[in-house]
């Protein structure tokens, strides 16, 4: 059972346009969203996160929206720069993280 | 600043080996986990511990162990690899929600 399910499974975007991921989770104990940056070679990194009582949180061109009762959440990235090429991961927290499958995103020139 | 240090960084095994991947962080989380990535699959949780002295499995424990014997030290062994272990392996920490990676460990079982 896929506890937390993320799509697009890969995303091109040109350069200034919006990314957008999604994810939906299932388990109502969660606590806290995060979502994390991933570049080849390396470990996943945090790059923003919210709480279940926030609808929406934003930071610089990153933006999480979160619906508690669809029990879904999503990433926008404004702007997208070609440095934004990442793997995309997000995550639910419940004394440990349970992750999406990702989104490999791909930020054209 | 070292973070969540891993070693190796790449190791090659053969089919029926042991070995032990070795992680450590100075952060005094109290928190600790590794998690394996294999393409297309996120990430999936081996074994995670609480504190020194506590481990508990996680979504995909079977073919390793770990312990704990210090809030620093999380090592994870593999005992008689195979090639389904071939993997990225990552540890991470955390105190509270915030859990830091570290920078992985690849592992390919021949």
């Known amino acids: 059972q896929q506890q937390v399910k993320q799509s697009p499974q890969s995303l091109i975007v040109q350069k200034g346009g919006i990314s957008i991921i999604n994810c939906a989770y299932e388990n109502t104990a969660f606590d806290y969203f995060p979502w994390y940056q991933q570049f080849p070679g390396k470990g996943p990194a945090l790059l923003i996160a919210i709480r279940p009582d926030v609808s929406e949180k934003k930071e610089g061109r990153f933006t999480i929206s979160f619906n508690k009762s669809a029990k879904q959440f999503s990433l926008h990235i404004m702007d997208s720069q070609p440095g934004d090429s990442a793997t995309y991961f997000c995550a639910a927290y419940d004394y440990k993280l349970t992750f999406g499958k990702g989104t490999l995103l791909t930020v054209n020139p | 600043n070292a973070g969540v240090t891993q070693t190796p960084k790449f190791r090659i095994l053969k089919i029926g080996q042991s070995m032990t991947l070795q992680c450590t962080q100075d952060m005094n989380h109290n928190y600790m986990y590794w998690y394996r990535q294999d393409p297309g699959m996120g990430l999936k949780l081996i074994y995670y511990?609480?504190?020194?002295?506590?481990?508990d499995k996680g979504e995909v424990p079977n073919g390793y162990n770990v312990s704990r014997s210090t809030t620093e030290d999380f090592p994870l062994r593999l005992e008689l690899a195979a090639p389904s272990q071939t993997s990225v392996y990552f540890c991470a920490s955390s105190l509270g929600n915030t859990i830091y990676f570290g920078e992985g460990s690849w592992l390919t079982v021949v």
């Open positions: 511990s609480v504190g020194a002295g506590i481990t």
